[in-house]
């Protein structure tokens, strides 16, 4: 019977010892959550704008298959690029499913009162969703919920557009190389075309949709030596 005892006293906890535990399991998941929530949200991100670019460069490349966009200008008879961005809305129109065709009438698609920011949390300004569009774009929504604005150029020597889209519209941080992001098409490619990498390190400003398709990641969120030819994620 006393060596019972004596070989249970060992074999129990005290509860000093499992408050311990318990507190080191706590702040244990208290540095790590915020990071897995995180990863789960970027990943989150990079599907929804490999989703959202392959969606549109399907329909722009089918589109383009039987018109160019000056040919699509040209045929709606615009004469600014408000109403040239805007035929070239309806003309994909035909080749993609929109949710909603909002035309010249952006605010309908895009909430104007959002604050839209780079990556970094710095002003967009006019660059990306912006007042400029309200006078020179046309916008349609996605099924899925992704804001798209066309821009298009109604000068004889321009044969491209502009395409900006937000892959969550009206929910998310909409910033810049998280939510928001750019291409364009012109007489030259079959579809979307992204901004050529000439190997180097990775420049924000324009890169962060072709870095995404590339590599899967957003690490230029968290680091700023990312390098197209040897460094494709943050140490």
């Not at 000056?70 to 040239?84: L, P, R, S, W």
């Not at 569009?133 to 066309?150: I, K």
């Not at 398709?213 to 969120?221: G, K, R, T």
Request: net charge negative; charged share 20%; proline share 2%.
């Amino acid at each position: 019977m006393k060596l019972k005892t004596i070989y249970n006293r060992f074999k129990a906890f005290t509860l000093a010892e499992v408050l311990l535990v318990v507190a080191i399991i706590g702040i244990t998941a208290a540095i790590a959550l915020p990071n897995l929530s995180q990863s789960v949200d970027e990943d989150k991100y990079v599907m929804l704008a490999k989703t959202t670019y392959n969606e549109l460069d399907s329909g722009f490349t089918r589109m383009l298959t039987n018109k160019s966009i000056k040919e699509i200008i040209a045929d709606a008879g615009a004469t600014t690029n408000a109403a040239a961005s805007e035929a070239v809305v309806n003309e994909l129109s035909k080749y993609i499913k929109m949710g909603t065709n909002c035309g010249t009438r952006i605010q309908q698609c895009h909430n104007s009162s959002k604050k839209y920011v780079e990556y970094d949390g710095s002003s967009i300004e006019d660059k990306t969703f912006g007042e400029s569009f309200t006078n020179t774009g046309a916008a349609f929504t996605l099924p899925s919920g992704a804001v798209v604005v066309v821009m298009a150029d109604v000068r004889a020597d321009y044969d491209f557009a502009r395409i900006y889209f937000d892959v969550d519209g009206a929910k998310g941080p909409s910033k810049k190389g998280v939510d928001i992001f750019g291409a364009f098409t012109n007489s030259n490619t079959d579809g979307l075309e992204l901004p050529s990498v000439y190997g180097g390190e990775l420049d924000t400003t324009y890169d962060t949709l072709t870095w995404i398709l590339a590599n899967d990641n957003m690490d230029y969120l968290h680091c700023n030596d990312l390098n197209w030819s040897t460094k494709h994620q943050c140490d």
